[in-house]
């Protein structure tokens, strides 16, 4: 079984700083990839990032980079600069590469940013 | 990026009545799609995976007879909730995968169907 885990419900951060969000998962499969998206209160999920777990490297997007700790099974989201348009709840993800290609979604963090 | 579109939006209905809810991928072949349904400021709860073609897999407690799925071609699959309660009302979303997705990673997803059951 899969399971993600988003520890905190919701987070404020002051606009043009930075703020990380948290997400842990845990599986069995040893080739998964983790995703964040941001839902905007008009129900839109939007993908932001993607991380496979053989890649070397920490995924980046723009402002969006994933801080990815394979052996504490983290997938945090660090995003920078934060915009007004940053408030939303965001979404950790996974799907496993070799248990039917199932996605789930972590429970997710509300984040306000703060003029 | 890739455009799933779902319809309708929003739809009210009575109690025992059936709705159905598409959902196409307009600009690529889905050859997966998931169907979710999310309650007022909860996360997305995985309902079903259909694959083009085949039945669909329900997950855990999902009454499969209850919430129908059809995935008859590579652009469009629907849910149907048949005799709905209003327990059934809720945010139902729809993503797409074409077959390269398991490589990119990212999934389409729709915007949404909010089904109100009076």
């Known amino acids: 079984a899969q399971k993600i885990t988003q520890t905190q419900p919701g987070m404020f951060v002051q606009e043009k700083e930075a703020v990380t969000l948290d997400c842990t998962y845990d599986t069995s499969d040893p080739s998964y990839g983790l995703f964040w998206y941001k839902q905007p209160s008009s129900g839109e999920m939007i993908f932001l990032i993607y991380q496979g777990s053989y890649d070397q490297q920490n995924a980046t997007e723009g402002r969006y980079s994933l801080n990815f700790q394979k052996a504490r099974k983290s997938a945090n989201l660090v995003i920078s600069a934060s915009q007004l348009g940053d408030s939303a709840m965001y979404f950790c993800?996974?799907?496993?590469?070799?248990?039917?290609?199932?996605?789930?979604f972590g429970t997710g963090t509300s984040l306000t940013v703060i003029p | 990026g890739a455009v799933v579109s779902q319809h309708p939006s929003w739809v009210i209905c009575k109690s025992g009545t059936s709705v159905k809810i598409e959902c196409r991928s307009l600009d690529f072949q889905a050859t997966t799609m998931f169907w979710y349904r999310q309650f007022p400021k909860q996360s997305l709860m995985l309902m079903a995976t259909s694959n083009e073609g085949s039945k669909a897999t329900y997950e855990q407690g999902v009454e499969k007879d209850k919430f129908l799925i059809n995935h008859a071609s590579l652009t469009l699959s629907t849910l149907t909730v048949t005799s709905a309660h209003p327990e059934d009302s809720s945010f139902y979303i729809c993503?797409?995968?074409?077959?390269?997705?398991?490589?990119?990673?990212?999934?389409?997803f729709g915007e949404g169907s909010r089904l109100t059951v009076l």
């Open positions: 993503s797409a995968g074409t077959g390269a997705w398991a490589n990119t990673g990212e999934l389409f």
């Open positions: 993800a996974m799907r496993g590469m070799n248990t039917g290609n199932q996605f789930y």
